[in-house]
């Protein structure tokens, strides 16, 4: 498991403690990612809440920044010197900016770092421990960068893994990598349908209620991207998620619903 692997390197990091603060000239230009420009209207084509979600937009907006700046010229005075502008993104530039091959390798190393979470989940566990040294940190970032191997390219979740590491946030990272996906499937046009069970549904089960959605009137006509969960705590029954709404067929909220029945009649 990846979680014992990380575990077992922390403890023979000692020698690397310093490794985040070597890198602090990478650290700049990574800090941006928490706090874009306020001149610049980056909006997501979808919304995204927390601050795993604030991490995640911003993110995605420092591409559309940087896909703004290669592709408009910049304007410039009547003397030919360069004149001061506050250009306004649209959602069309943010979605273009889905297409670069920068923004694409980050998107595959994240998607990459959730898949990991998902086979390992003692990973959140670990991240969330307050007693993780700088050396521990480090030993954890290499840890996640040989999982995504040649995916990232220019450092880009490198940089942005130090930075959450440096904030003390690397607990937000699973949260990131599941909204920066959501990010980054609307601006291909998809939806994601959600869907929450007791235990594991099948392939089969999965396909038919993706069909079922996909010809009801809340796909929007969209190619849907499923994410499954599993929530024993549900007794039962489903959860769908897509959009913005919910449908609870869940076995808890019928026992929920039936208690409160017989709470107002006696």
Do not use: W
């Not at 010229?73 to 889905?98: D, E, H, V, W």
């Not at 609870?248 to 039936?258: A, N, W, Y």
């Amino acid at each position: 498991m990846f979680s014992r692997q990380v575990i077992s390197g922390a403890l023979r990091s000692n020698a690397s403690r310093g490794i985040i603060s070597r890198a602090g000239a990478a650290l700049p230009s990574a800090r941006s990612y928490a706090t874009p420009a306020s001149s610049v209207d980056s909006k997501p084509p979808v919304a995204v809440y927390g601050l795993d979600g604030t991490y995640a937009s911003a993110l995605v907006g420092l591409f559309a920044l940087l896909s703004y700046s290669y592709r408009s010229p910049t304007p410039m005075a009547a003397n030919g010197s360069p004149r001061q502008s506050s250009p306004k993104l649209t959602i069309p530039q943010y979605t273009a900016a889905a297409k670069t091959s920068a923004l694409d390798s980050a998107s595959k190393a994240l998607a990459t770092l959730s898949d990991v979470f998902k086979k390992d989940p003692k990973l959140a566990v670990i991240l969330t421990a307050p007693s993780l040294s700088p050396g521990d940190k480090s030993q954890i970032i290499q840890e996640l960068q040989r999982h995504t191997g040649g995916q990232d390219k220019g450092d880009i979740v490198k940089n942005f893994l130090q930075t959450l590491a440096e904030h003390n946030r690397l607990s937000l990272l699973e949260g990131v990598c599941e909204k920066f996906g959501t990010l980054m499937g609307a601006s291909r046009g998809e939806v994601d349908l959600t869907v929450i069970s007791a235990a594991k549904l099948d392939d089969k089960t999965l396909k038919r209620l993706e069909t079922a959605v996909g010809k009801s009137e809340y796909s929007q006509g969209k190619k849907l991207k499923v994410i499954t969960k599993v929530n024993p705590d549900i007794k039962g029954g489903l959860i769908v998620e897509i959009g913005d709404r919910t449908i609870d067929l869940s076995v808890s909220s019928k026992i929920s619903k039936m208690n409160k029945l017989l709470t107002d009649t006696l």
